[in-house]
């Protein structure tokens, strides 16, 4: 498999590994998974007001779970941000 590909594979892989069997994460998981996998592109959650914000702005349609589909909104957004700080960099 390419580059892209395999790491579209890591990414369904690891949100399988903190969602478990029913495909979805709850608050607990999504900060244990952002604070464990993502610790580099967004700042670790400690407080629960950042928790809850973060988790109301991703569950889309209220269901109080994220999904994959809002799950990877959450990926893109922050590969977007990333992103802008690499051309940046990059024309310094």
């Not at 029913?22 to 608050?27: F, H, R, V, Y």
């Not at 580099?40 to 950042?50: A, G, L, Y």
Request: aromatic share 8%.
């Amino acid at each position: 498999m390419s580059k892209i590909e395999n790491s579209m594979v890591s990414i369904i892989q690891i949100f399988h590994k903190y969602s478990g069997q029913e495909c979805k994460l709850k608050k607990a998981e999504l900060k244990e998974l952002i604070n464990n996998e993502l610790c580099h592109f967004i700042q670790k959650i400690s407080d629960q007001e950042t928790l809850d914000q973060l988790f109301l702005d991703l569950d889309q349609n209220g269901d109080l779970e994220i999904d994959f589909q809002e799950f990877i909104a959450l990926i893109a957004m922050v590969t977007s941000a990333c992103h802008e700080l690499f051309i940046s960099t990059q024309h310094e």
